[in-house]
């Protein structure tokens, strides 16, 4: 094995992310998230002690950066200090707004409701956080298609349009990012 990068270790971060997703959606026991979350922790350890050996920064710095960025951006919890707040918004939807505000105001250039997306994620987590984004700024959303009554048959209904574009010779990932990118740049 060569030597370790921030590059080669990427994999292993997706990998082990998608481990704790895969972990809390199906209902496995505590103590299996809890070393599920280990070994995410694993991760960020390694990538900042390779950061420290650059010189660029340390595991602590990480954490403390955490916690200031934790703090400024979650007002509705915590006081400028650190410490709690009495009270508490009384709806996720004022929370969001809040929320909202925040990230507006550590970012006034982005005038784009699409910046800041990873181009790196998934085309279905992609499009899920443009909409998302879109509907919170109140920018144009795609046209809707019908929509299942429930999750289990929105997976469905998800899983033959990816059998259907494989009939065809389609690739749905690259499909689905072409249409995500079309839809970005349309909207304002």
Not at 41 to 67: N, W, Y
Not at 109 to 133: C, H, M, T, Y
């Amino acid at each position: 094995m060569g030597a370790l990068t921030h590059a080669s270790l990427v994999e292993y971060l997706l990998e082990e992310a998608y481990e704790v997703a895969e972990t809390i959606e199906t209902g496995n026991p505590d103590a299996e998230l809890q070393g599920e979350l280990g070994d995410v922790l694993l991760q960020v350890v390694l990538h900042a002690r390779l950061a420290e050996e650059r010189g660029a920064f340390t595991f602590d710095d990480v954490a403390r950066g955490l916690g200031a960025k934790m703090v400024r951006r979650n007002p509705h919890v915590f006081r400028p200090d650190g410490s709690l707040q009495d009270s508490f918004p009384a709806t996720v939807d004022q929370i969001v707004r809040k929320w909202d505000a925040v990230k507006r105001a550590e970012h006034p250039a982005r005038s784009n409701p699409f910046e800041g997306i990873p181009q790196a994620l998934p085309a279905l987590a992609r499009a899920q956080k443009s909409v998302d984004r879109a509907a919170r700024a109140g920018a144009p959303l795609p046209p809707p298609a019908p929509i299942p009554e429930t999750e289990d048959e929105l997976g469905e209904q998800l899983l033959a349009v990816v059998r259907s574009a494989h009939a065809a010779g389609f690739d749905a990932e690259r499909a689905l990012r072409g249409a995500v990118r079309r839809y970005q740049q349309g909207a304002p």
